[in-house]
């Protein structure tokens, strides 16, 4: 059996599994197709497959300036940190009259012999520029795709012009879907998603707990030869297979909270 490897022939495998065509699976492909969009979503947002690390080197304009928050692309999952790109140091700055001490400092055994040195007086330097210099606050609403900054945007455009934001952005199985999703980029990911097993299983379950719904209209029908239609146990199924699903996905897949201490 082929491994599906874009949108359609992943429907056509969850149905499959469900038992097409062998059995009639009462479902459109329109809602099979609502179900992929949920399963993926799902999918993006938890599954460490789903999304990856990116750096985005922003230029700050005059509008965002005038709106006092920054559009990101639509693939944005999240945003963990924004700050200022490193400039230049040069020789006479003191990062790099300290780095060349230690340097020097490392190779004396007579003195320090080890590494303790060079590690103390970077924690000291981390705790000035930490006092003096502080991350800055920001919000990200993958919503509205608004990146704010807290206290603005006009010192940072006169300071540095523009930003480093470090986030997750989403992984897309093919062009065709990324130009669904209005997010065609050249250098975004494209892998494969659609031979993930997680995600076949749980759409597979979505497209199942819709086939019992849209037959539950018709509870205990009978039908020719005796057979009763029973939707409100196919539903029933589905749902307990969704909530193992999802619990492995919490208990395998998701990427551990990061935890921050002050």
Not at 93 to 102: A, D, G, K
Not at 243 to 254: G, I, M, R, S
């Amino acid at each position: 059996m082929a491994v599906p490897t874009d949108r359609d022939s992943f429907i056509q495998y969850c149905l499959r599994k469900l038992g097409e065509p062998v059995i009639k699976v009462n479902v459109a492909l329109e809602q099979a197709d609502d179900r992929v969009d949920e399963g993926l979503q799902r999918f993006h947002e938890r599954h460490y497959n789903g999304s990856e690390e990116t750096f985005i080197l922003y230029k700050i304009t005059d509008k965002d300036v005038k709106n006092g928050f920054i559009v990101l692309p639509r693939d944005m999952v999240s945003v963990t940190n924004v700050f200022l790109p490193t400039p230049n140091a040069g020789l006479f700055s003191v990062e790099y009259q300290l780095q060349l001490e230690n340097l020097f400092s490392t190779s004396l055994v007579s003195n320090y012999g080890d590494l303790t040195y060079y590690y103390m007086t970077q924690a000291n330097v981390t705790l000035i520029n930490r006092i003096f210099t502080p991350e800055r606050q920001y919000a990200y609403n993958p919503i509205s795709n608004r990146l704010v900054i807290a206290g603005g945007l006009v010192n940072t455009k006169v300071i540095a012009g523009g930003i480093v934001i470090r986030g997750y952005k989403k992984v897309y199985g093919d062009k065709e879907e990324e130009r669904d999703q209005g997010d065609f980029d050249k250098n975004n990911v494209i892998a494969n998603i659609w031979s993930e097993r997680w995600l076949q299983n749980y759409v597979t379950a979505l497209i199942k707990k819709q086939w019992g719904q849209n037959l539950s209209k018709y509870q205990s029908l009978q039908l020719l030869g005796g057979v009763t239609m029973n939707g409100m146990e196919i539903a029933a199924l589905a749902e307990v297979e969704i909530k193992e699903l999802e619990q492995e996905l919490y208990d395998t897949y998701e990427t551990p909270p990061i935890f921050i201490m002050a």
